[in-house]
């Protein structure tokens, strides 16, 4: 057809580097979160475990998978960042990627930070998941961040068009 141009394929090289990025990138957040996670948890502060300060180690299981989630879902926010910045040219597989990235991200901040001393799981200090649904944090907030960006697009270029 006249005047009809087709837009021109993303370079397989730069859909590999993108995927790279998103699955290793992820993983590499993840050792760091896992070392975050664990040296916040440990002994968790005032402000991790909520006022007034109860000086039970009842509160330290909240409080380990609170902050494993939001510490996670930061990462996950910037990981939807780069699929919706980034992955434009191949949208699908760049959100398989981020959400593949970001379960196994979880799961090494979960064994990082679980093999941290001290190891021991009947130890009061030692840090550990206690609510397994947490692992999923990561990958749910890569989803809903690229799933309520791209139907905000969507409806606004649906309502501006003529």
Do not use: K
Not at 73 to 92: K, M
Not at 139 to 152: G, I, S
Request: charged content about 10%.
């Amino acid at each position: 057809m006249p005047g009809v141009t087709a837009a021109p394929a993303p370079a397989p090289v730069a859909g590999r580097r993108l995927g790279v990025v998103l699955l290793f990138g992820q993983a590499l957040a993840g050792l760091a979160v896992g070392v975050l996670w664990w040296a916040l948890t440990r002994h968790p502060a005032p402000w991790v475990v909520g006022e007034p300060v109860v000086t039970s180690s009842a509160v330290y299981p909240i409080a380990r998978d609170g902050v494993f989630a939001v510490l996670t879902g930061l990462v996950g926010l910037a990981a939807a960042g780069v699929v919706l910045t980034r992955g434009r040219g191949r949208p699908v597989p760049a959100l398989g990627t981020a959400l593949a990235g970001a379960l196994a991200s979880a799961l090494l901040a979960l064994g990082v930070g679980g093999s941290l001393p001290p190891s021991d799981p009947g130890d009061v200090a030692h840090v550990t998941v206690h609510a397994g649904i947490v692992l999923l944090v990561q990958p749910f907030v890569v989803a809903a961040a690229v799933a309520l960006v791209t139907l905000v697009d969507a409806l606004w270029h649906w309502a501006r068009t003529d």
